[in-house]
T-cell receptor
Framework: DTGVSQDPRHKITKRGQNVTFRCDPI?????LYWYRQTLGQGPEFLTY????????KSRLLSDRFSAERPKGSFSTLEIQRTEQGDSAMYLC????????????FGSGTRLTVV | SQQGEEDPQALSIQEGENATMNCSYK?????LQWYRQNSGRGLVHLIL?????REKHSGRLRVTLDTSKKSSSLLITASRAADTASYFC???????????FGPGTRLSVLP
């Protein structure tokens, strides 16, 4: 296993379009997290899955954002009707059941909305 | 909202010197983590310290935790140019399963 994979690495889209990102976590990890990071800031929590169940969502996650983790494996994050304010790095992380091991992050997907 | 706040925002040192970064937080925690991020990349987990621990070491890293002051520090000894990165502390909210990150300290180690 080579770690957490995110696809694509970069995405440029026009305002109003929908985009979807994919995250493949480490296979043994049952927890998966999505964070968003803007330039010069720390990551902001968006949502969290344990297996296929979405257990927590941030207030930052507007109705335009939806995330899924079918069968508890890979996850997708979709943004509908993108806005310029959605431009950011979207980071996925996974962890085993116990938090003491920390998160393993992917390299992120950089979204630019023009 | 951010739970942790790192200090300083930016730090520039010479190779071989020690670097100290601080993190302050507002509410009680169970665990505190430190992460490193190289420019444009994902975050790398460095060390986790539990609320009942006061100090942990990992190679050239030393982390302390003072729960009475709600603060933690990360010391990197004998810094190298490769240590140039942003460093973030992350604390677990007292009710949630996720960690909340601070804005980070940008460390530059000059050769």
């Amino acid at each position: 296993d080579t770690g957490v994979s995110q696809d694509p690495r970069h995405k440029i889209t026009k305002r109003g379009q929908n985009v979807t990102f994919r995250c493949d976590p480490i296979s043994e990890h049952n927890r998966l997290y999505w964070y968003r990071q803007t330039l010069g800031q720390g990551p902001e929590f968006l949502t969290y899955f344990q297996n296929e169940a979405q257990l927590e969502k941030s207030r930052l996650l507007s109705d335009r954002f939806s995330a899924e983790r079918p069968k508890g494996s890979f996850s997708t994050l979709e943004i509908q009707r993108t806005e310029q304010g959605d431009s950011a790095m979207y980071l996925c992380a996974s962890s085993p059941g116990q938090v003491v091991y920390g998160y393993t992050f992917g390299s992120g997907t950089r979204l630019t909305v023009v | 909202s951010q739970q942790g706040e790192e200090d300083p925002q930016a730090l520039s040192i010479q190779e071989g010197e020690n670097a100290t970064m601080n993190c302050s937080y507002k509410t009680s925690i169970n665990n505190l983590q430190w992460y490193r991020q190289n420019s444009g990349r994902g975050l790398v987990h460095l060390i986790l310290i539990r609320s009942n621990e006061r100090e942990k070491h990992s190679g050239r890293l030393r982390v302390t935790l003072d729960t009475s002051k709600k603060s933690s520090s990360l010391l990197i000894t004998a810094s190298r140019a490769a240590d140039t990165a942003s460093y973030f502390c992350a604390t677990d909210a007292d009710y949630g399963q996720n960690f909340v990150f601070g804005p980070g300290t940008r460390l530059s180690v000059l050769p």
